[in-house]
C-alpha cells in the first residue's frame, strides 16, 4: 500500500503531465482531432455534473438532455435576438457575448433543474429514472414543435460568441477558451464535492436512512445536488452550442441523456476524474468505431460491458488497480 | 405539567388487521431509563419507528418536550433532541470511524449547504470528533472503514455517533443484540455512564442490561402495555412472568 505522500506526489505529477498535455495538444493534433479533444472537454463538463448527482448524490438521473440542450438554446435563443434586434418574449435583449450568454444559460438550467427536481425527487429508484426521463421528452417534443426556433432543425448560430475581443473562428483559439471554461469548471467542482455540503451529499448516497436520523433532511440536499448539477450540464450545453454553432432538438433527445451515463459508467461512477476518462473513451471510440462500421453501436454496446464487468468500476477503477498492481511489483 | 422528555399518548398502529401498536402510553422523565420490554413480535421496533418519525401512527400523539411531534419528520425531530441507535446497525459503511462521527457533529454544528468551504478545514469540527473519539474503545480504529468494523465495534460506534449528536433523549433499540458477553458488558457501563446526563427510552431483549439499566420498565405484548413499574415491581409481576420473563428463562 503507498504512503499518502506518495500518492499525493503521483497525483500531483499525474496532474502536471495533464495539464502540459491538454495546454500542447493544438501543437500537435489536426484540425480533426483537435476538434475531438474539444468536444472531450465540453462533454465531459456534462458527464461531471452527471456523476454528481449520480455517483455522489446517488440519484439516478435519465434527463440530464434536457439541461444540457437547454443550454444550447439559451446560446441559440439569444444569438437569433441578436442577430434579429428583437427582444426576447418582448423583453430580453439578444446577446452575442459569450460571458452573457453562458451565465444566462446556466441560470436558466438551474431554474429547470429546480422544477424538474422538485417535482422527480419526491419519488426515488426507477421511478426517479422514469420521471427525469419523461420530463426531458417534455422538453424535447416542446422544442421540436417551437417553429419559431427552428422545430426539428433547431438554430444555426452564425457566428460563436464573442469573448474578450478574441478571434473566436480560429479553432485553436476557441480550444483554450474551452479548455479555460473546463479547468474553472473541473476546479469548481473539486471545492464542491470535498466541501461540508459534498460530504454530506456523499452521505446522503451511501445511507439515506441513517443521514436522515442525524437530521439531515434528505430532500432538500439532493434537490440543491440536482440544480447545481443542472448547472453544470447548461455550462456544458451552451459551450457546446458555442463549438458546433449550432442549437437543436438532438442536444434534448433522451439518447443524449443515455450517452452521458454511459460516459459516466465507462469512467466510473462516483470517481473525481472517471467521467473524464469515460467522455474521452466514449468519443473516440464512436469516432474510430463509426470509421469502421456502420453498426458501430453494438461495438460500442459490447466495449462498455466488458469495460464494466472487466473493471468494477469503470476506467477509473481499471486504472487504480494496475497501478497498485505496478507498485507492488517494484517492491 | 408534565415535564416529561417523551411523551406518548394512546398511540394505534394497525397494519391491515393487525394490531401492531394498541393504544400505547408511556413517558420517559428526565434522569429516566425507561425500559420496553417485550417477546418478539409484541411491536417494539414499530413502536421506536412512530417515535422517531419513520412511520405514522394511526391515532395517538407523541410529544417531545412538550411539543407534539406526532406529524413532523425524522430530521424535525431530530433537531428537537431526539437520538436513537438502530438495531441492526446503520452506518455510512464506506466511511470511516472518524468520519462516521464528524457527521453527526457537522449535523448538528449546522452550516452543511456550504459548497465553497473545506470540509477537512473545519477545526471546530475535527476536534469535536476527536474529542469525542478520545478514550473510547474505537480511539485506535479511527480511521478505519466502517465495513472492516466488527459487529461489537460497530454497535459502540452507533452509540457513539447517536451521542455525538447531543441528544435530549435516546431511543435505544436492542443495543446489546449480538454482543458477546464481555461486549456487553462493555456496553453496559457505557449506557450507564450516558444515562447520568441523557434520559432513554431502552427497548431490550438482554434481561441482565434491562435490570442493569432500568429506572422503569414496561412490558409491551401483542402491542399492548400489559405492565409498567418500577423493576422490583415488575420482577414480582405474576402476568409478566407469565408471558414473558418465564417464557424467555426457559428459551435461553
Known amino acids: ?331 | 405539567m408534565t415535564g416529561a422528555v417523551l411523551e406518548v399518548k394512546c398511540l394505534v398502529k394497525r397494519f391491515g388487521g393487525l394490531i401492531a401498536t394498541d393504544h400505547v402510553s408511556l413517558e420517559v422523565r428526565p434522569g429516566e431509563v425507561h425500559a420496553l420490554i417485550g417477546p418478539n413480535g409484541a411491536g417494539k421496533s414499530t413502536l421506536i419507528n412512530q417515535l422517531c418519525g419513520e412511520l405514522v401512527p394511526d391515532e395517538g400523539a407523541v410529544f417531545l418536550g412538550g411539543q407534539d411531534v406526532t406529524a413532523a419528520s425524522v430530521p424535525d425531530r431530530v433537531a428537537l433532541g431526539l437520538g436513537r441507535t438502530f438495531q441492526i446497525t446503520n452506518l455510512l459503511t464506506e466511511m470511516s470511524v472518524r468520519d462516521n462521527i464528524a457527521m453527526a457533529v457537522q449535523a448538528r454544528m449546522g452550516r452543511n449547504f456550504r459548497i465553497w468551504d473545506a470540509v477537512a478545514r473545519r477545526r471546530a469540527l475535527w476536534a469535536e470528533t476527536d474529542g469525542l473519539l478520545a478514550g473510547t474503545a474505537l480511539d485506535t480504529r479511527a480511521h478505519v472503514p466502517v465495513a472492516g468494523l466488527s459487529h461489537g465495534e460497530k454497535k459502540q460506534l452507533e452509540l457513539l455517533v447517536a451521542l455525538a449528536r447531543k441528544p435530549q433523549l435516546l431511543l435505544l433499540d436492542e443495543p446489546m443484540a449480538g454482543l458477546g458477553a464481555a461486549e456487553s458488558h462493555e456496553m453496559i457501563v457505557s449506557l450507564r455512564q450516558v444515562a447520568q446526563a441523557t434520559p432513554m427510552l431502552l427497548v431490550e431483549h438482554d434481561m441482565e442490561a434491562v435490570f442493569a439499566l432500568a429506572t422503569r420498565i414496561s412490558v409491551l405484548v401483542y402491542g399492548r402495555i400489559i405492565a409498567s413499574g418500577s423493576v422490583e415491581e415488575i420482577r414480582a409481576n405474576p402476568e409478566v412472568r407469565e408471558a414473558y420473563l418465564g417464557a424467555e428463562d426457559e428459551l435461553c
Open chain 1, 1 to 331: 500500500m503507498p504512503s499518502p505522500d506518495a500518492r499525493n506526489l503521483a497525483r500531483r505529477i499525474g496532474l502536471a503531465v495533464l495539464v502540459v498535455a491538454l495546454l500542447a495538444v493544438p501543437m500537435f493534433a489536426d484540425s480533426s482531432s483537435l476538434s475531438l479533444v474539444t468536444r472531450i472537454l465540453i462533454y465531459s463538463i456534462a458527464a461531471a455534473s452527471l456523476n454528481f448527482v449520480l455517483g455522489y448524490g446517488g440519484m439516478i438521473s435519465l434527463g440530464h438532455a434536457a439541461f444540457f440542450g437547454i443550454g444550447g438554446y439559451v446560446v441559440g435563443m439569444l444569438f437569433v435576438h441578436h442577430a434579429d434586434a428583437t427582444p426576447l418574449m418582448g423583453f430580453i435583449p439578444g446577446s452575442n457575448q459569450l460571458l452573457v450568454t453562458v451565465p444566462a444559460a446556466v441560470v436558466v438550467s438551474g431554474l429547470l433543474a429546480l422544477i424538474i427536481g422538485a417535482l422527480s425527487l419526491r419519488t426515488g429508484g426507477v421511478q426517479f429514472i422514469m420521471i427525469t426521463l419523461a420530463f426531458a421528452q417534455m422538453i424535447f417534443f416542446f422544442f421540436v414543435s417551437l417553429k419559431a426556433y427552428g422545430g426539428e432543425d433547431g438554430i444555426i448560430v452564425r457566428r460563436t460568441n464573442e469573448f474578450l475581443g478574441l478571434n473566436m473562428r480560429d479553432r485553436v483559439t476557441l480550444y483554450y477558451v474551452m479548455l479555460g471554461f473546463w479547468a474553472v469548471f473541473m476546479l469548481a467542482l473539486w471545492r464542491v464535492v470535498h466541501s461540508s455540503f459534498g460530504t454530506v451529499l456523499r452521505g446522503m448516497k451511501q445511507n439515506e436512512r441513517r443521514m436522515a436520523a442525524l437530521g439531515y433532511a434528505p430532500y432538500r440536499y439532493k434537490l440543491y445536488a440536482f440544480v447545481l448539477s443542472g448547472m453544470g450540464a447548461g455550462l456544458s450545453g451552451a459551450l457546446m452550442a458555442n463549438f458546433l454553432r449550432f442549437a437543436s432538438p438532438d442536444m434534448l433527445h433522451w439518447t443524449k441523456s443515455a450517452a452521458l451515463m454511459t460516459m459516466v459508467i465507462l469512467g466510473g461512477v462516483g470517481s473525481f476524474l472517471g467521467p473524464i476518462w469515460g467522455t474521452a473513451a466514449y468519443l473516440v471510440l464512436e469516432t474510430w468505431l463509426a470509421a469502421q462500421t456502420e453498426y458501430w453501436q453494438l461495438w460500442l454496446g459490447l466495449i462498455l460491458l466488458a469495460v464494466v464487468l472487466g473493471t468494477r468500476g469503470g476506467i477509473n477503477a481499471g486504472m487504480a488497480r494496475l497501478a497498485a498492481l505496478m507498485m507492488r511489483g517494484r517492491g
